[in-house]
C-alpha cells in the first residue's frame, strides 16, 4: 500500500476480520428433488429471489481475461438464458468486447446476499448472429442505442461447461451442486462441505 497511515491498515483488517458473513436466510433446498436441466433450477431460483424481493437478480459479475491472461471483472445484467446459453451484451469496442474477441470463454457469477445463494457459470464464448444482436440493441432506450456506434453491439451467449449452484449455511455446512453436461442432457453432483 502507498498511504503513510499504518492505523488505517490495522483498523482496515481488524474491521473485516470482525464482520459477520452468511448473514441471509437460506430458503428450504430439497436435494432429492434436483431438475435435470440446470436452466430449470436457475429459474426456480430467480422466481425465489424475486419473491423474497431480492435487489436486481439478474445481476451478475461477468470475468474475462486479458490478452496478458490477467483476469478482469465488471458487474453486467443478463439478457436471457435457453439452450444455447447464457445471453449478455455490450460494444465490440468495449474492454470486455475485446477480451471476449481474443480470448471467447468466460464466467458469470450471481450472488443473492439475502439468500445465501451464488450461481457460477463457466464456459466457452459466442457471438449471436447480427440480427440477434440488432433486436437486442433495438430494445434498449433511445438513449442508450445513440450511445453505440453502428455494428458495435453484440450479444454474447456463454455455453456452459459447468454451472454451480451454492448455498450457504451459518454452520459453514455449505451445499454445492454442480451440472455438467452429459451424453445427453446434464449430469450433477452434490456435495455438502
Known amino acids: 500500500m502507498t498511504h503513510d497511515d499504518s492505523t488505517l491498515d490495522t483498523r482496515l483488517n481488524d474491521g473485516l476480520r470482525g464482520r459477520h458473513a452468511l448473514t441471509g436466510d437460506a430458503p428450504e433446498w ?12 436457475f429459474a426456480e431460483w430467480m422466481e425465489a429471489a424475486d419473491a423474497a424481493a431480492v435487489p436486481e437478480p439478474h445481476t451478475a459479475t461477468l470475468a474475462t481475461v486479458d490478452a496478458d491472461g490477467v483476469p478482469d471483472a465488471r458487474t453486467l445484467i443478463l439478457k436471457r438464458v435457453d439452450e444455447r446459453g447464457w445471453a449478455i451484451a455490450s460494444t465490440r469496442s468495449s474492454r ?76 459453514r455446512r455449505h451445499t454445492r451442486v454442480v451440472y455438467v453436461p452429459a451424453e445427453s442432457g446434464w449430469s450433477h453432483t452434490v456435495t455438502v462441505d
Open 30 to 41: 430439497d436435494l432429492d428433488a434436483l431438475p435435470e436441466d440446470p436452466v430449470v433450477l
Open 96 to 171: 470486455k468486447g475485446a477480451q471476449l474477441g481474443a480470448a471467447p470463454a468466460a464466467a458469470l457469477n450471481f450472488w443473492w446476499q439475502p439468500q445465501v445463494r451464488a450461481v457460477r457459470v463457466r464456459g466457452r464464448v459466442e457471438e449471436a448472429t447480427a440480427q440477434e444482436s440488432a433486436a437486442d440493441l433495438a430494445a434498449r432506450s433511445q438513449a442508450a442505442q445513440a450511445r453505440v456506434a453502428d455494428g458495435d453491439w453484440v450479444l454474447w451467449r456463454i455455453v456452459p461447461d459447468r454451472i454451480e449452484f451454492w448455498q450457504g449455511s451459518r454452520d
